[in-house]
């Protein structure tokens, strides 16, 4: 398994500011995923991130909002700029173990709430 | 079209009543994978699952259990004695294999509320 920590475990943030969210990985990965949980919605992909790569965005998510950096195997950051309280949302850092046994692993998540 | 549904938003029971949570998949893969997450209050993921494709035995770990039918696309979840701190909000997920990755489509939960 990984353990997966993120800060802040949450925030509340004016609308116009950006926000930082560190994620950090007890071991070291080839990617890193971010994902959005908007309140009483499912999970999701924001973006893959690859560590000295640019990171892929999904659909609706676009580089210049969702800032996304991959310094080393076990760390990422996701920024969230100029938010708008529609941003108010989880943010939730993920690894994979792939083979024949994938599982997805989760950090606690960042609870960010837009004023 | 949503690759994984899950049509119960959200379901109220009394402790030690069973409940059937539902997942329908859709996939055009081969090779899948399918997963049961909790999510408590507290807001972190819990793996609670996983089934591959190529495997429709059914599963039981203590009051849990998994409902595996390829035939209906579906991949059911039944807590047996339900209890209060089963309460929490519970997502079915779908892998599909990409090229290096493992690509996960989440349903949109289902929120169980036990009360006592």
């Known amino acids: ?115 | 079209a949503q690759k994984v549904t899950q049509a119960q938003t959200e379901i109220s029971v009394v402790e030690k009543e069973d409940v059937t949570l539902d997942c329908v998949y859709e996939t055009r893969d081969t090779t899948y994978y399918l997963f049961w997450y909790k999510q408590p209050p507290s807001g972190e993921l819990v793996f609670l699952i996983r089934r591959n494709s190529f495997d429709e035995q059914n599963e039981i770990s203590g009051r849990y259990s998994w409902n595996f039918q390829k035939s209906t696309s579906s991949f059911n979840f039944t807590i047996t004695a339900s209890q209060v701190v089963d309460s929490a909000v519970y997502f079915c997920a779908l892998s599909e294999g990409r090229y290096n990755f493992n690509k996960f489509y989440f349903g949109s939960g289902t929120k169980l509320n036990v009360k006592p």
Do not use: H
Request: a neutral charge; proline letters at 5%; aromatic letters at 8%.
């Open chain 1, 1 to 115: 398994s990984a353990v997966i920590s993120q800060k802040p475990s949450r925030d509340i943030c004016q609308r116009g500011t950006s926000l930082t969210i560190q994620c950090q990985v007890d071991s070291q990965v080839t990617m890193m995923f971010w994902y959005r949980q908007q309140p009483g919605q499912s999970l999701t992909l924001i973006a893959t991130a690859n560590q000295g790569s640019e990171a892929t965005y999904e659909s609706g998510f676009v580089i210049d909002k969702f800032p996304i950096s991959r310094p080393n195997l076990t760390f990422s950051t996701l920024t969230v700029s100029n938010m708008s309280p529609e941003d108010s949302s989880i943010y939730l850092c993920s690894v994979e173990r792939g083979g024949l046994s994938p599982e997805a692993f989760f950090g606690q998540g960042t609870r960010l709430t837009v004023v």
